[in-house]
């Protein structure tokens, strides 16, 4: 496979997009969510596997606080979601990782926890970090009451009336989760445990399925204190409400550096994405009723932008130009370009248009458009997601050949002129008082001695330099040079990964001053399947998970995919 073509198991070779295209900061902070997202792919495995969710215990007072255990039943077993809601005095509420209380906690666990496990549970959990857990348990996860929307929903339940949908889509879920740790975390058990037990297989499936319990939790807790409140006037959400509302997230630079350590993993993400993109570009026609579908899903899009909230200066401007943009398309594609979609290869001259005439966030949107009436094209590439890499060093290559292999695949980093100070304006480094990711000024702030290698095209560039001086000869071995300079292990390792990884690194320089890191963030979240991004700076959002999706209760086959791009207010009914 080369960078721009992939053998997929079709007749022919695809095309496809090249990664000094796609893994551009500025693109892959324009990424939106796909059909191959994590949280699509795992509703149409719930649904086609019927699993079933079983409300197991629900001791909860009248406030709210108690235990709460949601039994899953799967095929290859079940696992149950514990739940424990805490009171949470408003001074102690916080968003940040070190924080020490929240309103719930959870825990995901292998199979059905009887009275001792809950015990155990509920002396570690509320700790997060701080408790202990074990290899039973397969995700830890706490999260936040939203403060402008949870109590006003409790409110309105309480007193017979429904939430208004406005309020609703503008904060877009109850609570806010502010971590969810799985993989082997904190005594957690592990990916390849996780994977063994057969209930989970895809790339953080078991965390997002956590988030999509929760998010049942949450609807189940509004209505428990409503009712307990006024049992006599207290009223259920309607259907629409609770699809509505989905779980929020903060996400910080904590999520950053995981695309740069996990090379093979991005690639595979990055390949199966542009794989679909081209199976679609590449048909010759597109059927009517392939049109039709593309159209209104064109067509919400431009509402659900609208029902994009940020306060954002950037985001909102971004924003505001998508939608005008997805207005000017369409009104050409049902009048003066009508015959496009109509002719030969029509996705092909779409995005020829939209790259030629539209932004970044039109062109990726578009493209994610582009996959979803071809389910049956592209919905595999799901389970090709995961990584078989094992990223072994190879001792015997030569000097030569390793310093070839920097310019042919890290050429884009040998074009940055390190010794410019805006080069190296930033260095990233882990805080210990924190316990998160920062980014520091080099110039301005002491620890750069203590940096992560996050600096990529630093390295590749640093190695090609000291491959060039003639200290070493063209035929030694990689195994000599490292017996000598084993400082550079890790780049030779990267460097021979990336000619078989072609999109498993971001082709920009991470500590350039004009490195944005919500572009990081923002791609990795689009994976998940997350929407309506909202920063709060340049180094973090917040955004909504399973916003529109169905719950258990009505999830199927039929509408497992139907709640992509959701809209749920008429045009001009969403205040400013």
Known sequence: MTAATASTGEDAPLE???????????????????????????LRRIAAENWRLTRARFDLDGDGYGTAVYRVDLPAGCCSLVAF??????????????????????????????????????????????GHVSAHELVLSRANKSVRLFGHVVDCLANGWQP????????????????????GKFGLSDLE??????????????????????????????????????PDRAVRLAPDRRRALGIGNSTGLGMAPFLTFHPALIHRWMLARETAIA????????????????????????????????????QAARTARLQDELRGL?????GGSADLLSGASPWRRLLDKVEAEGSLELQELTLSLMMEPYGELVDDLADQMTDPEQGRLDPAMSLAGLKAAIERNYGWALD???????????FWYRSAEKEEPRL??????????????????????????????????????????????????????????????????????????GCLPIDILRCKLSFFGAIKFDPKSDRWTRITMYQGAPGFAELDRENADGWAFPVFTEAGDLHP
């Open 330 to 334: 369409i009104a050409e594609l049902t």
């Open 440 to 513: 520091g000024e080099r110039s301005a702030e002491p620890g750069a001695e203590l940096e992560t290698r996050i600096g990529v095209a630093r390295d590749a560039a640093a190695l090609h330099d000291l491959l060039s001086t003639g200290a070493w000869e063209p035929d030694e071995s990689v195994a000599a040079f490292l017996l000598c300079e084993p400082q550079w292990r890790h780049m030779v390792k990267r460097v021979q990964l990336a000619g078989r990884t072609p999109y498993g690194e971001i082709r920009d320089n991470l500590l350039a001053d």
């Open 164 to 183: 208004s949908m406005d309020d609703i889509v503008r904060v877009g879920y109850l609570m806010r989760t502010t971590a969810v740790y799985g993989n």
């Open 16 to 42: 496809l997009r090249p990664p000094d295209t796609v893994m551009r900061l500025a693109r892959m902070g324009s990424f939106h969510q796909t059909r191959i997202s994590f949280m699509r792919s795992l």
């Open 85 to 130: 809601s805490d009171e949470l005095s408003p001074d102690e509420r916080t968003d940040r990782v070190i924080a020490e209380k929240w309103d719930a906690t959870f825990a995901l666990v292998d199979g059905e926890p009887g009275d001792e496990d809950i015990a155990r549970l509920r002396a570690n959990v509320p700790k997060q970090e701080a």
């Open 416 to 426: 940055i002129d390190f010794n410019a100070p805006e080069a190296q304006h930033f």
């Open 279 to 314: 199976r679609v570009l590449a048909l010759a026609e597109a059927a009517p009723e392939k049109r039709g579908a593309f159209l209104a899903l064109l067509a919400r899009a431009i509402d659900h932008v609208r029902e994009w909230s940020t306060q954002d200066a950037r």
């Open 193 to 230: 445990n996780t994977f063994a037990g057969g209930l989970f297989n895809r790339p953080f499936e078991a965390e997002l399925f956590t988030v999509y319990v929760i998010r049942e939790f949450t609807l189940d807790l509004v209505e428990h204190i409503a009712a307990a409140r006024k």
